[in-house]
């Protein structure tokens, strides 16, 4: 069974730039997670989607949004990046949220 | 709110065991997760354990879960230089929410 995967891997992106990255959960999972890793700040949860609907989100600032498709896929996007954001995003999924999440590669996102 | 700790750094000899620490917050965690992250990966789950369990045990990993102090623990037997790592628990209060320790770094020597 395929785990999840993210695309892309690794991006540049400058100050003021916008960025989408995408998630492809577990076959059969419905519910995907995202998660900012930084050095500073640790792992922070994002927010998370479950059929199609945002159920959760953290505390991050509106320039931060996502959305899941009807297949589960999910994609988030920063809107006028700052360099902050760079971190390592990391998506996770479910069959519902509320038991094991598995964990993809992640992308590592750098703003320059 | 929910918040985990996490000593930051632990180093054992190859062959011996590992012990891990952790204390949390959230006395309504339904799963405490033990995740490992090599460098440039993503996170991996090695194991979870349910509230209302106190040990798990899954080949060379040991869980012990004490509620009453809210301390979770993560004992690696016959720990290996592959084993070097950094370490998260991590517990899951509400809905999907997981909430992370610093981490704990792992070197393993020779």
């Not at chain 1, 995967?5 to 076959?27: A, D, E, F, N």
């Not at chain 1, 971190?87 to 069959?95: D, H, I, R, T, V």
């Not at chain 2, 979870?48 to 879960?65: A, C, E, G, H, P």
Request: charged residues 20%; glycine residues 10%.
């Amino acid at each position: 069974k395929a785990g999840v995967t993210q695309t892309p891997r690794y991006l540049i992106k400058t100050r003021g730039q916008q960025v989408t990255l995408s998630c492809s959960p577990i076959s059969g999972h419905r519910s995907v997670s995202w998660y900012q890793q930084t050095p500073g700040q640790g792992l922070q949860f994002l927010f998370e989607y479950f059929s199609e609907t945002q159920r959760n989100k953290g505390n991050f600032p509106g320039r931060f949004s996502g959305r899941q498709f009807s297949n589960s896929r999910s994609e988030m996007n920063v809107s006028t990046l700052e360099l902050g954001d760079s971190a390592l995003y990391l998506c996770a999924s479910g069959w519902t949220g509320s038991e094991t999440q598995y964990f993809g590669p992640g992308t590592r996102l750098l703003v320059l | 709110g929910e918040d985990v700790e996490q000593s930051l750094f632990l180093s054992v000899r190859e062959g011996d065991s590992s012990v891990i620490n952790c204390t949390y917050t959230d006395s309504s965690s339904t799963y405490l997760y033990w995740y490992k992250q090599e460098p440039g990966a993503g996170l991996q789950l090695l194991t979870y354990i349910f509230s209302n369990m106190d040990m798990k045990q899954d080949q060379r990993l040991t869980v012990l879960l004490n509620k009453k102090d809210k301390h979770l623990s993560l004992r690696i037997a016959d720990t290996q230089t592959g084993d070097s790592a950094i370490y998260f628990c991590a517990e899951q209060g509400t809905a999907s929410k997981l909430t992370f320790g610093t981490g704990t770094r792992l070197q393993v020597t020779l």
